[in-house]
């Protein structure tokens, strides 16, 4: 119309309605029409909805992406591409994708990898966001319904793995054997349960008045942002030994610019290449258990925990901003918080039941 494309409603009588005897067959004729109708009007759209997804992702979504999305989100959406969804993809093109073939795509996933519901949430919000951006980008008709909008999470299909966080005693073993750079940073990852990118993001102007004052993450050494909720931004208590840890690092390295600095000094330091290189093979070494970086964070929360800390204190401490995802997230109970809670179930029973007794014996 005057030179600009618009959009027209299309409609398309089956047949009468005395035509069919089941709603079976109105469904498999529709289905069939439907069909049809989908491959005329997607040719005229665009060419964009016979690629395969997986090109449509690798050329068009990441690429796009790459300016809108932090650094550690988009790194997070690679990661489950690669390692979830590209595997499982065979061939289909974009305008092949309906909500059946979306179930049973994160089906498969589930069915293959022992992964929990978040993480089946994260892939099904990646690809919900990949659809999102080919319906506005011509990679997808946009009068269609987002096939991963209305998907269901599955189950996984295996038993989840239990999470690994760092006791006490496993945090002392490896304080004893890493050298001084390694040493200073998981103390600083146990005792402030400080993230992984927020260790890396940590200045030396950050420490003042006894306390690490968040204000930043680091993300691959080049992408330095602020935090990212105004929950996350907080100061954490410096204690003694991490005091002392602290103190004789910045003896040894400049102390200004950042706590933890690369090869290239100015830069943060890759805790990712500090761990895969100098401490996971010293740990190995001494049969030391490594629990990941994430895993000090919920150690912390657990020990305090365990030292009776309250639960509001410790959500606090990691800068949570709801108390529920402190509890079903990051505290653990121990095997041997469990026994001594019995125990003293068992203390009170029997000191109940001598009174019980006593009084029984004085009433006759």
């Not at 969804?85 to 089906?107: C, H, I, W, Y």
């Amino acid at each position: 119309m005057n030179g600009k494309k618009v959009w027209k409603d299309a409609y398309k009588a089956l047949a009468p309605l005395d035509k069919y005897e089941t709603a079976a067959q109105v469904e498999k004729d529709f289905d069939r029409t439907l069909k049809e109708l989908r491959g005329t009007h997607s040719s005229k759209f665009t060419e964009g909805v016979t690629q395969s997804v997986a090109n449509f992702i690798e050329t068009t979504y990441f690429p796009k992406q790459k300016e809108k999305l932090k650094p550690s989100t988009l790194f997070g959406y690679r990661h489950l591409y690669d390692r979830h969804v590209k595997p499982r993809l065979n061939g289909e093109s974009m305008r092949d994708f309906t909500l059946p073939v979306a179930q049973r795509l994160l089906e498969k996933i589930a069915a293959a990898t022992p992964l929990a519901s978040t993480s089946l949430r994260h892939i099904k919000w990646f690809l919900k966001a990949v659809f999102d951006v080919a319906r506005m980008n011509g990679g997808y008709d946009p009068t269609l319904l987002n096939p991963f909008e209305e998907v269901h999470i599955p189950k996984a299909s295996k038993q989840k793995q239990p999470t690994r966080y760092a006791g006490l005693d496993n945090v002392l073993d490896m304080l004893d054997v890493l050298p001084d750079t390694a040493a200073t940073v998981v103390a600083v990852a146990a005792f402030a349960g400080l993230r992984k990118s927020e260790i890396q993001g940590l200045r030396w102007d950050d420490l003042k008045n006894g306390e690490l004052h968040v204000q930043r993450s680091a993300w691959r050494t080049t992408a330095v942002h602020e935090v990212k909720t105004e929950a996350s931004k907080g100061a954490v208590p410096v204690i003694p030994i991490l005091a002392k840890h602290l103190e004789d690092h910045r003896n040894g390295f400049p102390s200004d610019g950042f706590i933890f600095t690369g090869a290239k000094m100015g830069r943060p330091l890759d805790l990712h290449n500090l761990a895969s290189r100098i401490i996971r093979p010293t740990l190995a070494a001494k049969k030391i258990p490594w629990c990941g970086w994430h895993g000090f964070r919920r150690g912390l929360a657990t020990n305090l925990h365990t030292l009776g800390v309250a639960d509001t204190d410790v959500q606090r401490i990691l800068r949570h901003a709801n108390v529920k995802v402190t509890q079903e997230s990051y505290i653990k109970v121990e095997p041997n918080v469990k026994k001594r809670a019995m125990d003293k179930l068992q203390k009170a029973l029997s000191a109940k039941r001598k009174r019980r007794k006593r009084g029984s014996r004085k009433r006759k």
